[in-house]
């Protein structure tokens, strides 16, 4: 709509300006028109008074009663009609001239509108590139300050382009800021945490070295105990996941990219996991499908599969958790799936955020097993998602993109 009525006012503006170039070139005709009949009036009067130098009088009197208007009907009686003349025998301006000299004047003033729209055009599109050129240094952190180059259009532009990257980038100060010090926070309740863990180790050490395993009565001791080393394996786990989140908020997890092949990788993360397999009576089935490599850190996109794989074993006990694995031009896809009861509806938003703990969420767990491996998978160009399958059960389909060795 927008370029229908740009088209609309560029034409009438050009149709304007060329009628008034034909106008002038009209009028500046009939001016010349105009001296010529003086020059022939003049000549005729020369003429009558050279031979007859008393109508000087007369004919001063007959143009002036002619000039005003012949209010007594001076000319009524056509002399020159009388006389055998007509109005063609008089010189005229031919027809050819005022057509040429009105498409003169409709062609300069189309050559001055399109010359003052090409250069119209050609200002307004320095000015965008030179705008498009400032965004694309702002967007890769290397922009200039930005200065007006004139008073125009888009001067308004400018400032208000000047204003929004400056506020973009006290804003984005602010949020790396603020990411540092929650990182920096995080790591250091990690390394609190840790002391007071190595302490209670210790202590329960020594309390299970010095413990009468014999005596009956020792049986609620020694159940208490056995809580008291699971609460200890939480912390553990949580102290170490806090470091891993505090050093990857922070941009220092170094992540060693290399080929590494799909089947490999599904088979160390399900062999990490033998003790939880046996201890829930659940099998990880692998199929082999043929080498595919993808560009990834193994240790840690291990620990990543090794979350998700858990997830499937802790909601679908004495049953089977399926992987497997498919790859196309654009990129390799790994599917991990159980047909256990899946993911509450409310808990759909949620699975992947810090500390978010489902509504069948497993006892013991802290709710930091998913982010993990969504921040390890994200960080190495791959996307995550879960969803239910319809048959029932969680489903997640993971997908890392193909990329170009430079």
């Not at 309390?207 to 009956?216: G, L, R």
Request: charged fraction near 25%.
């Amino acid at each position: 709509m927008n370029s229908r009525k740009n088209v609309f006012v560029t034409s009438g503006f050009v149709l304007s300006v060329s009628f008034i170039a034909a106008a002038v070139a009209a009028w500046l005709v009939s001016c010349h028109y105009r001296n010529a009949s003086f020059d022939l009036v003049n000549a005729v009067c020369c003429e009558v008074i050279e031979q007859e130098p008393g109508t000087q009088k007369i004919i001063a009197a007959a143009l002036k009663e002619y000039t005003e208007g012949n209010p007594d009907g001076f000319l009524e009686d056509h002399v020159l009609s009388s006389l055998g003349y007509r109005a063609s025998d008089f010189p005229d301006i031919p027809c050819r001239q005022i057509a040429f000299f009105a498409a003169v004047g409709w062609l300069v003033g189309l050559s001055l509108f399109f010359f003052t729209f090409l250069y119209r055009n050609r200002v307004e599109n320095r000015r965008i590139r030179d705008l498009a050129a400032y965004l694309e240094q702002v967007n890769s952190g290397k922009a200039w300050i930005l200065s007006a180059f004139g008073e125009d259009d888009f001067s308004r532009l400018e400032d208000e382009i000047y204003k929004t990257v400056t506020f973009l980038y006290q804003t984005k100060e602010q949020a790396v800021r603020a990411k540092n010090d929650f990182a920096e926070n995080l790591s250091n309740i990690a390394h609190q945490i840790k002391t007071p863990i190595t302490a209670i180790s210790l202590a329960v050490q020594r309390m299970e070295q010095s413990f009468d395993y014999a005596a009956p009565e020792r049986r609620e001791s020694r159940m208490a105990l056995i809580q008291v080393e699971k609460q200890l394996a939480r912390l553990t786990y949580l102290e170490e996941a806090l470091l891993v989140l505090s050093r990857l908020d922070a941009g220092a997890l170094a992540l060693q990219k290399e080929e590494t092949d799909v089947f490999t990788l599904l088979v160390l993360a399900a062999d990490n996991l033998q003790e939880l397999c046996r201890n829930s009576d659940t099998s990880i089935e692998i199929p082999e499908q043929g080498e595919m490599l993808i560009w990834a850190d193994m240790e840690w996109t291990m620990e990543a599969i090794m979350n998700l794989m858990k997830n499937c074993i802790e909601h679908n006990k004495g049953g089977t958790v399926h992987c497997s694995c498919a790859r196309n031009p654009l990129y390799t896809e790994i599917l991990i799936w159980d047909n256990g009861e899946g993911f509450a509806r409310e808990d759909m938003p949620h699975i992947f955020e810090r500390f978010y703990r489902g509504k069948n969420a497993s006892e013991g767990g802290i709710g930091i097993g998913l982010a993990l491996a969504k921040e390890i998978i994200e960080r190495q160009n791959g996307t995550i998602r879960a969803k239910n399958k319809p048959g029932g059960g969680a489903f997640f389909e993971i997908r890392f993109y193909s990329v170009t060795e430079l």
